[in-house]
């Protein structure tokens, strides 16, 4: 692993997505992550079919040691006030007013490590007439204008991945980052806060950009058309999804590869703006032209031109392709008793050095005697 955070203590008392993974993502950089969870039951992302160890906890806990504290208890609260003396970051994600009746609220714990970067991400912030209400991930999609540029209106229900969780998680390491350079120089700490609505109304900027400068109002259509990007079933029922932009060049290598010269002829598809305005039409040609051939066949064929392309892959293809095998973006590790661990690897390379180690997900508790032995005021019984 390559840790470019080495010697950074974060703790985080996330539960879900968003908290555990701004986490993840220190603890990718090489942060010490400790995981403070409630004991017994731990982050409620654990449960799954009578276990703790479920495929969503996985997903945004490697890297990080588990202790479990209940910080309503006065002595669990006490060795808790003891990591965070040591910490450099605490992270949670509770609704606003939760902190300070679990004692982990900022003023509290500011006085304990003025360095403490603190970091609150709520759903729909600190204040205002919203803030106390509950707030999951297509809630914040939709708030954020997000969710109607996803929506199929002939077929209108919520598709794809928790975005709005992930993306928040995102940006909280994003301003804890920003918040540890700042201490290099200050020496003081910072409150860091982030709302599920305010990082997906940023990560929607360009449609606020076309509104406000343009008053367009942007529908799930809108820059799949400008980009001229497309889906296409092919003979094998496997799909492939085609980035056309403007380039003239990759349009002619298309009618190349369909065997059709004079299709980009035809006025309605001979400029950018004629593909734009008739793209249904295109779309409805093309679908029958790929369903002539295999998705391979096809995938030959236009990489032969220089067409941008790629096979539109489920989760079992898309880490087999030779390209992907070839960057090593799948890795693996073992947990001494949950077994193989397979997981995506951080994307950025540092001095063309890929962190490809991982620290499996930690068990509930897994390391309570590992964290605490060394406190002062670490429980005596075990937990």
Known sequence: MIKVLNGIRVLEQGTFITGPAAGMLLGDLGADVIKIEQPGAGDP????????????????????????????????LATFDELISTADVYIQNFRPGAAERLNVGEERLRKINPR??????????????????????????????????????????????????????????????????????TGVGRKVEVSMLEAMSHFNLDAFTHYYSAGEIMGPYSRPSVSQSYVLECADQKWIALHMSSPEKFWQGLARAIEQPLLFDDPRF???????????????????????????????????????????????????????????????????????????????????????????PPVLGEHNEEVLSSLTTAPTTPR
């Open 116 to 185: 403490l970067i603190y970091c609150s991400i709520s759903g729909f912030g600190p204040t205002g007439p919203a803030a106390g209400r509950p707030a999951y991930d297509s809630v914040a999609q939709a708030a954020s204008g997000f969710l109607g540029l996803l929506i199929n209106p002939e077929n209108p229900r919520v598709v794809g991945p928790a975005l709005a969780d992930s993306i928040t998680g995102f940006y909280a390491a994003y301003g804890i980052l920003g918040a540890l350079h700042e201490r290099n120089s």
């Open 270 to 360: 001979s400029d950018r703006n004629g593909r734009i305005q008739n793209q249904e039409a295109l779309i409805q040609i093309l679908g029958g032209i790929f369903a002539k051939h295999s998705r391979d066949e096809w995938c030959r064929r236009l990489e032969f031109e220089d067409v941008p392309h790629a096979p539109m892959y489920d989760t079992s293809e898309a880490l087999e392709d030779p390209q992907a095998r070839h960057l090593q973006i799948l890795v693996s590790a073992r947990h001494k008793t949950m077994g193989d661990f397979h997981t995506v690897r951080p994307p950025v390379s540092f001095d063309g050095q890929r962190s490809t180690e991982v620290i499996p």
């Open 45 to 76: 992302f654990r449960a799954f079919k009578g276990g703790l160890y479920s495929p969503h906890f996985q997903t945004y806990n490697r890297n990080k040691r588990s202790v479990t504290l209940n910080t309503k208890d006065a002595a669990d």
